[in-house]
């Protein structure tokens, strides 16, 4: 949780203060639910100052990586939502940050993407900002899956797997935190919210995937202590029909299965996973040595 923040540098018209008040899970009484919870940043205008909510990684090393959540955006005029990597210096110039803002004052198709800084002594700098209408006629207030992609030299933003911008322009090199936050400071950038009034990001999943190094490394869940060169199992995220959930896609040591799976598809779930149900739109088949076991109409399990 990120501390009290303050209007230096900007034209803010009013006190922002992070508060874990405004972090907090929610039941999901959407009809026909995808979760049965999600979690709430809340963001709020008070008498004499704006509440917001801030969750920073532990980590400042995150070195190129892809960030996904399945979120929307709620809520009154003058707020912003946000995801995105940060590395912070005294000077302008050498900060590092790569952005996914919405704006509650704009229309729900509108996104916009930045590699900061966004200005400078001279005015706006055009190259580092793409102002985005969603090509789908959802918007910013639905469930969507938003991913931003940091690869050396360029960033890039999907929007329910569709790519909607991608920017080389001051992409960020060096190591950093991700941020998500939702907040107001009454600035010309958010607006300013009328008192008593709030906006929420709601978020029900969040997925990193990136490289790192450990000088003590744990070895990982799959790996096989025979073999060090070759794992026992490798899943994916990316090669799902389910967004969110991991599928096994190679067994390297089975000689039966290296390509993974035990039925028909391109994926199959690893034990206890599920594999069938009346709304099941994953994997359809099991890991080898398991097999699809019902247990209800709405789900069955790789047993």
């Known amino acids: 949780m990120g501390g009290n923040s303050d209007v230096t540098g900007s034209d803010a018209t009013v006190l922002m203060v992070n508060s874990p008040n405004n972090v907090y899970i929610q039941h999901n009484d959407d009809r026909n639910p995808s979760s049965s919870t999600y979690l709430v940043m809340r963001t709020m205008r008070h008498g004499n100052f704006q509440s917001a909510a801030e969750i920073e990684s532990g980590s400042y090393n995150y070195q190129y990586l892809s960030i996904r959540m399945y979120a929307r955006t709620k809520g009154s ?19 590092q940050e790569s952005d996914l803002e919405i704006r509650t004052v704009d229309p729900v198709q509108y996104i916009q993407y930045t590699n900061q800084p966004s200005w400078n002594a001279d005015g706006n700098i055009p190259q580092a900002t793409r102002n985005v209408s969603l090509p789908s006629k959802l918007g910013w207030s639905d469930w969507q899956y938003h991913r931003m992609d940091w690869t050396p030299g360029s960033t890039s933003w999907l929007v329910d797997g569709k790519l909607v911008s991608s920017i080389q322009f001051q992409a ?22 009328t008192t008593n009034s709030s906006a929420e990001m709601q978020i029900q999943w969040i997925e990193f995937v990136y490289n790192t190094t450990d000088t003590s490394p744990v070895p990982p869940v799959g790996w096989n202590p025979g073999n060090p060169q070759m794992c026992a199992n490798i899943c994916s995220i990316d090669q799902t029909s389910k967004t969110g959930t991991p599928v096994l896609i190679q067994e390297p040591q089975n000689p039966q299965n ?46």
């Open 77 to 95: 005029p003058g707020a912003v939502t946000a995801m995105f990597t940060f590395r912070n210096s005294d000077t302008l110039s050498k900060v």
């Open 258 to 303: 290296p390509g993974g799976g035990s039925g028909t598809g391109t994926c199959a779930s690893a034990k206890y996973g599920q594999c069938a149900g009346k709304t099941w739109s994953g994997c359809g088949r099991c890991a080898s040595g398991t097999t699809c076991k019902y247990q209800n109409d709405y789900y069955s399990q790789c047993l």
């Open 172 to 193: 960020p090199k060096d190591a950093s935190q991700v941020i998500f936050n939702t907040w107001s400071d009454g600035g010309t950038w958010s607006g300013n919210m």
